[in-house]
T-cell receptor
Framework: DVKVTQSSRYLVKRTGEKVFLECVQDMDHENMFWYRQDPGLGLRLIYFSYDVKMKEKGYIPEGYSVSREKKERFSLILESASTNQTSMYLC??????????????FGDGTRLSIL | DAKTTQPPSMDCAEGRAANLPCNHSTISGNEYVYWYRQIHSQGPQYIIHGLKNNETNEMASLIITEDRKSSTLILPHATLRDTAVYYCIVRSSRMTTDSWGKFQFGAGTQVVVTP
């Protein structure tokens, strides 16, 4: 079974802090994704990576950056946390590079609160 | 990607089959149907996907109508652990700049399995 592991289930940080969310997958997937999930808004894509050191902006990249130095690990960085970044953050990975019918597999999420 | 319509909720008795409908009348020829579910406070879990043929795996069966405008997810023997929000998603396998990483979840169907 595919395993996508997010480093923390719950996290509380303060406004202005630099926050790191880590995600590791164990299936040698080329593609990895970061989403945030908010009530009434569904999942919204923040950034994705189709290979090591490659990244693309999603629909709401402002205030975030990402890092993919190794194939199995994809990090989301909140450069200067703000209260409107309080949310559930979900990491996902998928196999297949340019074969887009392969399903994405999600981690259990990090519930981040910014005070 | 085509829009999908699902009933907001449905109940199912434990041990019975649960049939979850999804309408996707604007689906195009290269779009796949995916089903995910999300149990409270967990990340979305992939269930099954298909293009035009019926599909079955260890979790569920997917029945797609011949015109592909609707589909049904079947949980053959529902258990209490199947209580979750179920999402039907239609997305393209084509590689376009706009579709990189696009994966929009709608409101889904809240399924409650009762003893």
């Amino acid at each position: 079974d595919v395993k996508v592991t997010q480093s923390s289930r719950y996290l509380v940080k303060r406004t202005g802090e630099k926050v790191f969310l880590e995600c590791v997958q164990d299936m040698d997937h080329e593609n990895m994704f970061w989403y945030r999930q908010d009530p009434g808004l569904g999942l919204r894509l923040i950034y994705f990576s189709y290979d090591v050191k490659m990244k693309e902006k999603g629909y709401i990249p402002e205030g975030y950056s990402v890092s993919r130095e190794k194939k199995e690990r994809f990090s989301l960085i909140l450069e200067s946390a703000s209260t409107n970044q309080t949310s559930m953050y979900l990491c996902a990975s998928k196999f297949g590079g340019t074969i887009w019918n392969q399903p994405q597999h999600f981690g259990d999420g990090t519930r981040l609160s910014i005070l | 990607d085509a829009k999908t319509t699902q009933p907001p909720s449905m109940d199912c008795a434990e041990g019975r089959a649960a049939n979850l409908p999804c309408n996707h009348s604007t689906i195009s020829g290269n779009e796949y149907v995916y089903w995910y579910r999300q149990i409270h406070s967990q990340g979305p879990q992939y269930i099954i996907h298909g293009l035009k043929n019926n599909e079955t795996n260890e979790m569920a069966s997917l029945i797609i109508t011949e015109d592909r405008k609707s589909s049904t997810l079947i949980l053959p023997h529902a258990t209490l652990r199947d209580t979750a929000v179920y999402y039907c998603i239609v997305r393209s396998s084509r590689m376009t700049t706009d579709s990189w990483g696009k994966f929009q979840f709608g409101a889904g169907t809240q399924v409650v399995v009762t003893p």
